[in-house]
């Protein structure tokens, strides 16, 4: 089994910054790695939606809500996806969640616990 830990979450200001990390752990091998990874977010009230995507070869896609403000990047090496995330806006309150893609026999797509985070207007 693969797991999802998420960190960096909290309160922010409007026009403050976060990056959140997420790291991937538990039964991965070259047989079964990590594919795309990315981050998702639900707000209240609303459907989780898509921020942001990376692949394992670094190609990257946006939410337009996120392009300009939002930065995805990933350390293969460690299996672990980021999110830096500037200009934050109230609209922006959500608990994000980290998600991968891992490969093998069957594709399996894993899910963080989530994290909070709270922008103050």
């Known amino acids: 089994q693969v797991q999802l830990v998420e960190s960096g979450g909290g309160l922010v200001q409007a026009g403050g910054s976060l990056r959140l990390s997420c790291a991937a752990s538990?039964?991965?091998?070259?047989?079964?790695?990590?594919?795309?990874m990315g981050w998702y977010r639900r707000a209240p009230g609303k459907q989780r939606e898509l921020v942001a995507t990376i692949t394992s070869g670094g190609g990257t896609n946006y939410a337009d809500s996120a392009k300009g403000r939002f930065t995805i990047s990933r350390d293969n090496a460690k299996n672990s996806v980021y999110l830096q995330m500037n200009s934050l806006e109230p609209e922006d309150t959500a608990v994000y969640y980290c998600n991968a893609i891992q490969g093998g026999l069957t594709l399996r797509e894993i899910w963080g616990q989530g994290t909070l985070v709270t922008v103050s207007s």
């Open positions: 538990g039964s991965i091998f070259s047989i079964n790695p990590i594919g795309t």
